[in-house]
C-alpha cells in the first residue's frame, strides 16, 4: 500500500496538558480488491464527485489521539493493463496526548512523536513508499497512453517513468524524491518552540504489535528547542533580582527586627512568584532545571533570614560591624560562587540532550537508509521483524564501538571441543561469542 505523509502543520503545543495539535496529510495508493465492483470503480474516475467511496478502504488510526477530525477524498484509475487502482488523499487535524522530558526546562528539547499506524495485519496491507514504475509498453512499442505523446516533430516524448508519483502530487514532487514522509513544507513555526537545528526531524517505518498482530506504523519525531527568554527574563532575572536585593537588608539596623521583617517580605514574595512558575507547567514528579534553581535561591534568603534570626539571640557575638561586613561578604562571594557552578551543570545538561536527540535521528536514519536499499519490504512476519530500523541501528552503533577482535585470538578460541594450536582448553577463559556477549550486555 503505497502511502506519503506529510505533515503540513503544528498549530499548538501545549506543555500543561502535554499535548499537542498538528494537520496531516496523508496519500494513499492500493490495488482495487478482487471483490471490489468494475462498475463502482468505474464511478470513481470521475474526481469531481467528492462523495464517491470504494468498498473497501483501509483502516488507519494517530496512536495517542484525544482527538482527530479527518476528511477523505477517493479516486478510482485504470492502468493500461487493466489493473484497477484506488487512490485517497486524507487530511487530519489531531491534538495528540505525548509525554514531554522536563527535566531540562526551560532549555530542554521536546520530541514531539506522531505515529500512523494501519490497522490491518501485514497479511492484508503494508505500508510502503510511492516507489516509481518503469512505464508499461503494448505490443507495437507504444505505451497504453501514446494518443497525446508527440510533439509538433512528431517525436515520441513519453518519458521513461510513467507513474513516479500521484497525479495530485504531480507539481510537488518533495525533495526526498517522494519518500515516505515529508516536511519540506510544513509549518512548523511557533512563537515559543524552534525546530531544533542539529535534528530537526526523523522518522522510522516499523511493524508493531497491535492486539497479537503485526501492523505497519510510520512514527514521525518532530524534535523542538524551547525559546527561553520568556522564562529567562521572568524567572531567573527576577530570582536572581531577588537574590541580590536580600544584600540590602545588611544595610538595615539590627533594632526593633528590622532586617527580620524586609527577610520575610522577600520570602514571601518568593513563594508567590513560585506559584506563578508552577502554573506553566504540569503535575510531574521530578523538578526541572527551573525548580533546582528557584529551590537554590530560596535557600540563599532562608539561610540569610537565619543568621539574622541568631543575631538577635546573640547580638553581643554576631551584631558587631565586623561579623556584619564578614558574613555580608561570604553571602556574595557564595552567591556568585554557586551561580558560577549552576550555570555550568545546565549547560552540561543541556549539550547531553542535544546528543541524544542527535544519535536517536542518526540511528532512525542508518535504518531508514538500510530500508529504502533493501526496496520494497516483504510481507511475511520473520523477514519484518528482523528488519527493525532501530534494532539494525543499534546493531551498527555497536559495530562502531566494539572493536573487532584480533584474527590470532579468533584462532585460538574453542570450536567444537578440539583446540587450534595446540592451547589447552582450560587455558582458553571465553569463546567466539562470549568475546562479543560480554561487553555488548554491559554498555547496552
Not at 495528540?96 to 514531539?112: G, K, R
Not at 501485514?122 to 508527440?150: H, L, M, Q
Request: aromatic letters at 12%; proline letters at 4%.
Amino acid at each position: 500500500m503505497k502511502t506519503h505523509l506529510r505533515v503540513a502543520n503544528l498549530v499548538d503545543v501545549d506543555t500543561v496538558t502535554e499535548t499537542f495539535k498538528v494537520h496531516l496529510v496523508v496519500f494513499m495508493e492500493w490495488m482495487a480488491p478482487k471483490s471490489e465492483s468494475i462498475e463502482v470503480l468505474a464511478e470513481g474516475e470521475d474526481k469531481m464527485d467528492v462523495d464517491w467511496e470504494p468498498e473497501w478502504y483501509p483502516a488507519f488510526e494517530v496512536v495517542g489521539a484525544k482527538s482527530m477530525v479527518t476528511a477523505k477524498e477517493f479516486y478510482s484509475f485504470k492502468r493500461p493493463s487493466g489493473t484497477w487502482y484506488v487512490h485517497l488523499r486524507c487530511d487530519i487535524k489531531a491534538v495528540i496526548t505525548d509525554s514531554m522530558d522536563l527535566e531540562e526546562f526551560p532549555f530542554d528539547i521536546e520530541d514531539l512523536t506522531i505515529s500512523y499506524r494501519l490497522r490491518h495485519s501485514k497479511r492484508e496491507a503494508i505500508v510502503v513508499p510511492f516507489y516509481e514504475e518503469k512505464i508499461e509498453t503494448t505490443d507495437d512499442g507504444d505505451d497504453g497512453d501514446s494518443n497525446n505523446d508527440r510533439d509538433s516533430t512528431g517525436a515520441n516524448r513519453r518519458s521513461s517513468l510513467r507513474f513516479a508519483m500521484p497525479a495530485v502530487l504531480a507539481n510537488q514532487k518533495a525533495t526526498s524524491d517522494l519518500a515516505l514522509v515529508d516536511l519540506s513544507h510544513a509549518n512548523v513555526t511557533l512563537p515559543d518552540y524552534l525546530l531544533f537545528k542539529g535534528a530537526p526531524y526523523c522518522w522510522v517505518l516499523e511493524d508493531v504489535r497491535y492486539f497479537g498482530r503485526k501492523c505497519s506504523t510510520v512514527t514521525v519525531q518532530l524534535n523542538f528547542e524551547r525559546s527561553y527568554l520568556y522564562y529567562m527574563v521572568n524567572c531567573v532575572v527576577i530570582d536572581f533580582s531577588l537574590v541580590c536585593v536580600k544584600l540590602g537588608a545588611w544595610a538595615l539596623p539590627q533594632k526593633r527586627g528590622g532586617r527580620l521583617i524586609f527577610d520575610l517580605m522577600l520570602m514571601l514574595t518568593s513563594i508567590n512568584f513560585r506559584g506563578m512558575v508552577s502554573s506553566k507547567l504540569p503535575e510531574i514528579g521530578y523538578m526541572t532545571l527551573l525548580d533546582y534553581y528557584n529551590f537554590i535561591c530560596f535557600s540563599f534568603k532562608v539561610s540569610a533570614f537565619a543568621f539574622h534570626i541568631a543575631q538577635v539571640w546573640q547580638p553581643k557575638l554576631l551584631a558587631t560591624p565586623d561579623v556584619d561586613e564578614a558574613s555580608a561578604m561570604a553571602y556574595i562571594v557564595s552567591v556568585f560562587a554557586v551561580h558560577l557552578l549552576f550555570t555550568l551543570y545546565a549547560l552540561k545538561k543541556r549539550w547531553l540532550r542535544e546528543a541524544a536527540v542527535q544519535a536517536q535521528c542518526e540511528i532512525a536514519r542508518q535504518g531508514n537508509v538500510k530500508l529504502q536499499q533493501g526496496g520494497v519490504r516483504d510481507t511475511s512476519d520473520t523477514d519484518a521483524s528482523n528488519s527493525n530500523p532501530i534494532s539494525d541501528g543499534l546493531e551498527m552503533l555497536k559495530k562502531m564501538i566494539i572493536p573487532t577482535p584480533p584474527k590470532d585470538l579468533l584462532e585460538n578460541t574453542v570450536e567444537y571441543g578440539v583446540c587450534r594450536n595446540a592451547v589447552e582448553p582450560s587455558s582458553v577463559l571465553v569463546d567466539s561469542d562470549d568475546f562479543y556477549r560480554a561487553p555488548v550486555s554491559g554498555l547496552f
